[in-house]
């Protein structure tokens, strides 16, 4: 798939995204657990899968012959040169192009276990058991949540981290506040 931005640039991707592709993008997702038990989360969950998604598959651009794949495995390196070559206008037109890649990486059909939901921040996540999920609702902090709502590509947002983190959580996902 070749992009055409707004600055005249072009961008290729490869045509189909491997299962390689979609790993690396659930790795890029985060969700922070402080010493005192409060999680950290930001806004920033998609940007991350989109950065990912972009080191993974930018296969030729107009920006000059290495791309963010070249940057073997250095992420800041490739988040830099991402960064310094896109500007306002860019970004985002390319954010739109990738974005059914984005969902089917943070679509989990497994999603709907244990969920819950943080009242403060909205962000939905998946224990990794129903101990652990009992543990979240014990807190105060998280209510039981139905399976989340659906994008207009029809999967479920969800965004998924690499391992089980030590309090069990292993799914997070951003859900809109009403």
Known sequence: ????????????FRDKMMRDDIIA??????????????????????????????RQMIVRWSFGPQVPADCHGDAGLADRMLNGYLDEDDGPMLDLAIQPWVEKIMADPAFARNAAVHTATGVRVSAQDETALAALLATGEFTAAEPGPKPASGRPLTAISSSAAPDGLTTTERVPTP
């Open 1 to 12: 798939m070749e992009v055409t931005l707004p600055s005249g640039n072009t961008v290729t």
């Open 25 to 54: 993008g659930r790795r890029a997702l985060r969700l922070v657990t402080n010493p005192d038990g409060s999680r950290v989360t930001d806004a920033s969950l998609t940007d991350s899968v989109r950065t990912a998604v972009y």
